[in-house]
């Protein structure tokens, strides 16, 4: 025998309504082709926490994930404002949003959650770093690879 669909909210109301009128459990479950256990429950959650406890529960952990702690107004906003400027970076955007009266009472996120948010979202209007262009003089002043190959030798050879 396979499973039943859930109960709606309206059949669990007619659960809480017929008992209240006087009829059984056995004989409301039996006309609703449900267990009595079930109707037993519903009879008495909706007895227990009236009518509002028969509205449907979301179970399980807390949504996890990028913009997850964020209202999703918040996360729309600043990445419609990512695609239609691809320029600009977290901060940019985060100073738009602060600017925005309906977004003025929410919580917005850190610049580095928002890059991530970026990333994730829109990754083909997020620009990667950009390389420095390499120059000998600044490598030099750095103690690159030849300003401290030279000092290790001049500082391993013995003193005369």
Not at 57 to 77: D, L, T, W, Y
Request: charged share 30%.
């Amino acid at each position: 025998m396979g499973q039943r669909a859930a109960l709606t909210r309206a059949e669990k109301e007619h659960i809480y309504q017929e008992k209240l009128k006087g009829r059984t459990l056995p004989a409301i479950a039996a006309e609703m082709t449900i267990a009595v256990e079930t109707a037993r429950k519903w009879w008495r959650v909706a007895r227990d926490q009236g009518r509002d406890g028969l509205q449907a529960r979301r179970r399980g952990r807390e949504p996890s994930g990028v913009g997850s702690h964020f209202e999703p107004q918040v996360i729309e906003a600043a990445v419609g404002l990512k695609q239609a400027h691809p320029g600009w970076g977290p901060n940019r955007v985060l100073v738009e949003l602060n600017q925005r009266p309906e977004l003025k009472d929410l919580a917005l996120p850190s610049r580095s959650r928002m890059a991530v948010v970026f990333k994730s979202r829109c990754a083909q209007h997020v620009q990667g770093r950009r390389a420095r262009p390499f120059s000998p003089s600044a490598a030099a002043r750095s103690g690159g690879a030849c300003g401290l190959a030279t000092r290790r030798a001049g500082r391993d050879t013995p003193s005369g």
